[in-house]
């Protein structure tokens, strides 16, 4: 985990694949826990870490988390009334091609999230936005704009068309990407800081996992596109 920003009311990080956003029952490594060590004061103390949003653990990218409550209210309330900006990069297989977008709906009736069908009691609005940055003869390299915040929206909606994301086999990619990585990885976050009237951008690249994916022409478009964003 890197930390790309601290200040008394942020810390924002970029998650690697395979890491937790926050403890369950697994035990294993998580994005808060890890923070709290990170932050810890050595006299002792459980340092305030307010959890904003998450990623799938096999997905990388960004994230926020609030130093203290009225930080944690703040940014949760931008968050809900969706006034922050969140952008994808996603590698998935076939070839694309242009901009679209893609709506479905999402419900999880056995505890696992599904698209289901618009009149479904459950279903929830599931809607992207998507545009080819580079493709190749095996691969298509998108930026993707979330409309909505639906569990495996991405993955899903993705996968449903016939263009999974690369490595996650859980929606029948053809191949497996390193550490059971998934090539979804929040690439920029932009958000008004809570305290001073100032909005930041926050970006990260993808993470070594994608190399077998990331060509030449995949590395050209993420770099150009970090180089146009990266004004935090």
């Known amino acids: 985990m890197t930390v790309l920003h601290q200040d008394e009311d ?16 697994t ?26 949003h998450r990623l799938d653990r096999p997905a ?25 900006e969140k952008r994808y990069l996603v590698v998935v297989e076939g070839s694309l091609r242009g901009i679209g977008t ?17 009149d479904h009691p ?20 998108l930026q993707v704009t979330l409309r909505t915040g639906r569990p495996h929206q991405i993955r899903l909606q993705a996968a449903s068309r016939g263009h999974p994301v690369a490595g996650d086999r859980r929606y029948d990619a053809s191949s497996s ?6 090539a979804v990885h929040h690439v920029l976050l932009r958000v008004e800081h809570p305290r001073h009237p100032r909005r930041h951008t926050f970006a990260a690249p993808p993470p070594e996992h994608w190399s077998p994916v990331l060509s030449d022409s995949f590395q050209d ?4 596109l970090l180089d146009r964003e990266r004004v935090s």
């Open 10 to 25: 942020l810390l924002v990080v970029a998650k690697p694949p395979g890491l937790l956003s926050q403890p369950d029952h």
């Open 27 to 52: 035990g294993d490594p998580d994005v808060v826990s890890k923070a709290k060590e990170f932050l810890a004061d050595p006299s002792g103390g459980d340092p305030f870490l307010g959890l904003i």
């Open 60 to 84: 990388s990218g960004v994230m926020v988390l609030a130093r203290s409550s009225e930080a944690a209210r703040v940014l949760s309330r931008q968050f809900r009334e969706r006034e922050v």
């Open 102 to 118: 893609w709506t479905d709906y999402i419900a999880k009736p056995d505890r696992q999230p599904r698209l289901v069908d618009p």
């Open 122 to 141: 459950d279903g929830k609005r599931a809607v992207l936005d998507w545009q080819v940055l580079a493709s190749g003869p095996d691969h298509t390299l």
């Open 177 to 182: 990407l390193p550490g059971r990585a998934v």
């Open 221 to 224: 478009a993420v770099t150009g």
